[in-house]
């Protein structure tokens, strides 16, 4: 599976990933904004990359790679807690480098996954967890269309105290 708009591609994630995700998952930088907080095995996310050839409707999850006009991965985009039901889904993104940050890759990333969403799986609504001092990623949301719905007091631990998170909402239809 890939999505295109002619500048990134989103598309599945390969075997030849792995050394890559290894690094990116276990880069306890990205660790804050994922809520991540043990180290990863290559074993399982090999697993992981495996199985990542489930359908979303069995799986309940989707992450893909994002990539810019030259193939070279930028990082993922995903869908969590998918819920076909009630036609909803977590959405996260995570650009790796710093030097590819605010270039407009996470902006048409987030567009494509949202067409995605609401044109293939026919989802109603998307919603993000994002902590309170997460600046870029509460511009990117909100620039896209999500609306803040919600705020977790003292919600995340954090390096000399507590941050709250707030949560994002978008409809689709």
Do not use: C
Not at 92 to 103: E, F, L, P, T
């Amino acid at each position: 599976m890939a999505l295109t708009n002619g500048n990134i591609t989103l598309r599945a994630l390969e075997p030849d990933d792995l050394e890559l995700i290894y690094a990116w998952e276990n880069d306890r930088e990205v660790w804050r904004v994922s809520n991540t907080r043990t180290p990863l095995s290559k074993f399982a996310l090999a697993n992981y990359i495996k199985s990542s050839d489930r359908d979303i409707w069995e799986s309940r999850e989707l992450r893909l790679m994002i990539e810019d006009e030259a193939q070279q991965p930028l990082g993922t985009i995903e869908l969590f807690d998918f819920d076909p039901y009630h036609a909803r889904a977590g959405v996260g993104i995570m650009i790796h480098n710093a030097s590819s940050r605010r270039r407009g890759y996470a902006t048409q990333a987030l567009e494509l996954l949202i067409d995605y969403a609401l044109n293939e799986l026919g989802m109603v609504q998307l919603y993000a967890n994002i902590a309170a001092g997460n600046e870029p990623s509460l511009q990117l949301f909100e620039k896209l269309g999500f609306v803040l719905s919600g705020r977790k007091k003292h919600w995340l631990k954090i390096p000399g105290g507590w941050e709250d998170e707030y949560l994002f909402q978008k409809f689709l239809a």
